[in-house]
């Protein structure tokens, strides 16, 4: 199965967003070593941070091979399985991750929880940078990432509604 160019670009997004965040916690956790007296400096905690990175960053690859997948397959029933399956397969791997960072020292597996939460963080500031599509062959942006909205009706202009007075007829 082929990788499809936008799942290689994302994931490339994903990787530099954990790896700016994965930074970031590197230098609050050596400014509060430096700041507070009993907090050392312990090796446990970049190599848990990394290590939790590396995970979450194929995670989210594994993630998006197993939807375009399922999609390609095009049976709703298989592929909500094969959907179900990929999420509890990810989930155990990164359990087992956790797991293992805890068992290498405490600094490593604080490292790794917060680590977990990166792909989340990346995905919410990206909302903030958006990013330039290729035009479409009407010259159009394709970039517009708004979807339609079904229309419920019930943000309704006042002036369509018709109120029960208004059916009344006016005599003369």
């Known amino acids: 199965m082929k990788t499809d160019s936008t799942l290689k670009r994302a994931t ?6 954990v790896s700016c965040f994965s930074l970031l916690a590197e230098v609050v956790y050596l400014v509060l070593a430096l700041t507070i007296p009993s907090l050392d400096y312990a090796w446990q905690f970049p190599v848990g941070n990394v290590f939790m990175a590396v995970i979450m960053v194929i995670n989210f690859y594994l993630m998006g091979r197993g939807l375009y997948s399922a999609v390609e397959s095009g049976q709703e029933d298989a592929a909500k399985r094969q959907i179900r399956f990929s999420h509890a397969g990810r989930s155990i791997m ?14 490593s597996g604080i490292a790794a929880c917060i680590t977990v939460a990166f792909p989340q963080l990346t995905v ?3 909302h903030f940078f958006p990013h330039k599509d290729e035009e479409t062959a009407d010259g159009e942006n394709a970039g517009d990432d708004t ?13 369509d509604t018709v109120s029960p007075e208004d059916n009344e007829e006016v005599q003369p």
């Not at 990164?94 to 600094?107: E, S």
């Not at 979807?147 to 002036?159: F, Q, W």
């Open 12 to 17: 490339l997004q994903m990787a530099v967003g």
């Open 147 to 159: 979807a339609p909205v079904e229309d419920t009706g019930e943000a309704a202009d006042k002036s």
């Open 94 to 107: 990164i359990l087992l991750a956790l797991v293992a960072c805890f068992v290498l020292g405490l600094p």
């Open 124 to 126: 919410f500031c990206m």
